[in-house]
């Protein structure tokens, strides 16, 4: 999945018509027009190509029209626009006089449509404070005029075919792109070492760079530079070496993915010091702030002040795809899995109290599961799977009543599965590879070696199996006492039964001879 989407609310016109012609002609009441949304209508706009339109447009909102495969021309006259949302309009091309006409716009966004070709490389005209160009077939590179927007806060490039490296903006990197809170490249085929360019970003929330071909070593200044970063999603790159130190020291981090990447070394201690996951609220305010992030009044006399933009990630938990975007304020989740990590599981671990996801599977990862993991009560999934973990399952586990999926598969656990009706709720897969271990879901039963439960527990294996051989003796005694009394009382019942065993009796003799007797004969031949 993975790509980031965004959704708008607006206040609009409510048009109910199924048809807009324009022939040319404005009245009065039109040339005074400042903001025109006839997005998620059931109009069929249909413009003459040649009409100049009297009015002065501010914000135009055109969202889910059947506008394409053209963009639409009699927009190039409307150079005061501010606001752009043309998106998911089946519109295959921008003309060149796009990023020149609308230089002056602050939001655009072109998202979710089938647009070609190459990102313009004047973006340096451009004003934008939030660019969404999401979900096209945009190819080529990031141009270094990019490096210009100094106002910009909202990047989001996702789910195109971009390639090569993010430009570096060495030429003054103090001054460029100091404004940006969030940046989304996920989907694309980017390449190179983590953007330099965003080391001058100190105001970054949302870093997304997920499913490309991103490598090298993650730089240190992560933790210096970034100290409001909150999401960092690193997911299917190849990027390798150690996790630095410093990550732990970003104290707003609370949704942290390096899944599926080459990190080697030992597990960090210093990741338990992410002060974000330790709130049992499990609530980032700058994350709130940047995910949706509002267009004031000010700009469009106070027509509209719910025009919004929103980001939406998709999350792999509880053993499947899902997608957050209005929750991700309250996600607090780290998922370090398929890498090559070693060592133990931070002993610390039971201080991050606002987890709700926690992945360390298939890495290389030894020594026990701490016993204070019983105290992250608000976690709903749980995977450790696919490491060469030892020792038991902390009986702490089984008061973790909020987990609805948990995956200790194929390691070297032994002893009795804690009892709980949590963890009674899973079933086997979640426990198989692990030969030590033993007792429900898992079909193999405990041995009496101190591992059954105690007299207390509230299932009652014991009790359950000594009524089970009770029973088997008590209906064995019984049988044999009712066929007794039957042969006592009833006389022709009894001579029945006895000629029934001498008839049997005499007939398995018989066949015994003449069995005996061939044998002999084929040995004496041979």
Known sequence: MDMGTQRFGHFGAGWKQTKWHSHGRSSKRTTALRFLALDNTLLQIKISPNWIPQFKLQAIILASLQLGPAFPPWLRSQTSLQLIHISNASIT????????????????????????????????FMEADTMVLFNNRYTGTIPSSICSLSQLVVLDLSGNKLTGEVPSCEEDLNTHMQSLSVVNLNTNNLSGEFPRVLRS???????????NRFSGDL???????????????????????????????????????????????????SLVNMS???????????????ITYFHGPHLYNSV????????????????????????????????????????????????????????????????????????LKQLESLDLSNNELSGEIPSSMASITSLSHINLSYN????????????????????????????????NSCPGNGLSPPAHADDGDGLEDISIYLGFAVGFVLGLWVIFCVMLFK?????????????LQDKIYVTVVLRWANLKRKLVKT
């Open 93 to 124: 091309e921008i003309p060149d006089w796009f990023w020149v006409a609308f230089s002056t716009a602050e939001f655009v966004d072109l998202s979710d449509n089938q647009i070609a070709g190459t990102l313009p490389a004047t973006l340096e």
């Open 276 to 290: 974000a996951m330790a709130h049992i609220s499990g609530y980032s305010y700058v994350l709130d702030k940047v």
């Open 201 to 211: 970003s100190r105001y970054l929330v949302f870093i997304d760079l997920s499913y």
């Open 304 to 375: 509209y002040d719910l025009i919004y933009f929103t980001e939406q990630v998709s999350v792999l938990t509880k053993g499947q795809q899902l997608e957050f975007s209005r929750q991700i304020p309250y996600m607090v989740f780290l998922d370090l899995s398929c890498n090559s990590l070693a060592g133990v599981i931070p002993q610390g671990i039971g201080a991050l109290i606002g987890l709700r996801g926690l992945n360390f599977s298939w890495n290389s990862l030894s020594g026990e599961i701490p016993e204070n993991i019983g105290e």
């Open 412 to 443: 070297t656990l032994s002893g009795k599965i804690p009892f709980g009706n949590q963890l009674r709720t899973f079933d086997a897969s979640s426990y198989i590879g692990n030969i030590g271990l033993c007792g429900l879901p898992l079909t």
């Open 491 to 503: 006389r022709k019942w009894r001579i029945s039964y006895f000629l029934l065993v001498e008839r």
């Open 219 to 269: 730089p240190m200044w992560l933790g210096v530079k970034l100290p409001y970063l909150a999401l960092l999603r690193l997911r299917h790159n190849m990027f390798s070496g150690q996790i630095p130190v410093e990550i732990g020291m970003i104290q707003e981090l609370q949704f942290l993915d390096l899944a599926h990447n080459n990190f080697s070394g030992i597990m960090l201690d």
